[in-house]
């Protein structure tokens, strides 16, 4: 008997949170809102290295991913 293979949606982990930038935004004040703590802000840029060149530039109306 064997073992079925997970899905390709169960094997890629639970799904992530987005957030939307709004004008005004900072990955320091996302990171307080969604985790309570400024320091994650590196988390929220290492997640998003894909669409983010610089941490501190970032535009009204990208989505970015927002780890667990």
Do not use: F
């Not at 169960?10 to 939307?20: C, S």
């Not at 985790?35 to 535009?59: E, F």
């Amino acid at each position: 008997m064997t073992t079925p293979k997970p899905s390709a949606h169960e094997a890629a982990g639970p799904p992530l949170r987005t957030h939307v930038v709004r004008k005004g935004d900072t990955l320091s004040t996302i990171a307080e809102q969604v985790y309570g703590q400024t320091s994650r802000w590196t988390d929220i840029y290492a997640a998003n290295r894909d669409v983010l060149d610089d941490p501190d530039c970032i535009h009204a109306g990208q989505v970015l991913q927002l780890p667990a």
